[in-house]
C-alpha cells in the first residue's frame, strides 16, 4: 500500500495539472502515468522529476542512442531494488521498441553480473587487509560478452551499476574500458545523467 494515494488529474491543483497536461502531451502518449501523479502532492518535485526525464531520458544530449540510455534506465532501476520500476519501464520499453524483450533480460542479466563483481572488489576497499589483494575472484562472468547487447552497452550499463553500488575499482575500471572502445567522457557523463534522473523515480516509488 502507498504511503500516499496518486494525486489523479480530477484532484490536482492547478499548478500540477498544468504539469501533467506536459507529461500527457510529450511523453506520456496522451496519459499522466502513474508514477507521475503519485509524485503530484509536491508540485515543485514533480516539475523537475518530469523535466529531468524528458531531457536526459527522452530527449537525450545528443551522445548515446536510445538504445544506450534505456538500458540504462532498466539497470539503475535494477540495481536500485525498484522492482515496480523496472516493470513500469519495461513495458515502455517494448512497446516503443528501444530494446526488445531478449535484450531486456540481458540486460538485467549484466546488471546482476555486475552487482557479484562489485561485492567482490568493495569488500577487498572495506577490508583494509593486505591478504586480500592477491587473492583472485574466480567468479564466472560470461554475461558481459555472451548477449546480444554490444560492448559499448554493457560497459555504460557496468559503469552506471559500478557507481549505484559504490564500487571505485570496478567503477574505474569500466571507465577504462569504455574509453578504449570509443565512448568518450561525455557519453559517460550522459549515461551518469540519465542514471542520476531515474536514480531520483526509484528512491521515490520503492518507499511507495
Not at 508514477?35 to 523535466?51: C, F, K, N
Request: proline letters at 2%; glycine letters at 6%; one cysteine or more.
Amino acid at each position: 500500500m502507498p504511503v500516499t494515494p496518486a494525486v489523479t488529474p480530477d484532484q490536482a491543483t492547478q499548478g500540477v495539472q498544468k504539469i501533467y497536461d506536459r507529461i500527457a502531451q510529450t511523453i506520456g502518449n496522451g496519459e499522466v502515468p502513474m508514477a507521475y501523479q503519485m509524485m503530484g502532492h509536491v508540485e515543485s518535485y514533480l516539475q523537475d522529476s518530469y523535466m529531468n526525464a524528458r531531457k536526459f531520458i527522452y530527449d537525450g544530449a545528443g551522445k548515446l542512442t536510445a538504445k544506450n540510455r534505456f538500458a540504462v534506465v532498466l539497470a539503475t532501476s535494477s540495481a536500485m531494488n525498484c522492482a515496480h520500476c523496472v516493470r513500469s519501464h519495461a513495458k515502455k520499453i517494448v512497446a516503443n521498441e528501444h530494446l526488445t524483450e531478449q535484450e531486456m533480460v540481458e540486460v538485467l542479466a549484466v546488471t546482476a553480473t555486475c552487482a557479484m563483481y562489485n561485492t567482490y572488489y568493495k569488500f577487498k576497499d572495506l577490508a583494509g587487509d593486505s591478504h586480500f589483494e592477491g587473492m583472485t575472484p574466480g567468479l564466472r562472468a560470461h554475461a558481459f560478452q555472451k548477449t546480444s547487447l554490444d560492448d559499448t552497452t554493457v560497459e555504460l550499463i557496468n559503469i552506471v551499476v559500478s557507481n549505484i553500488n559504490g564500487c571505485l575499482k570496478c567503477t574505474g575500471g569500466h571507465v577504462k574500458k569504455a574509453l578504449a572502445l570509443g565512448l568518450t567522457h561525455e557519453d559517460i557523463d550522459e549515461a551518469i545523467k540519465v542514471s542520476a534522473a531515474v536514480s531520483s523515480f526509484n528512491t521515490y516509488h520503492r518507499t511507495q
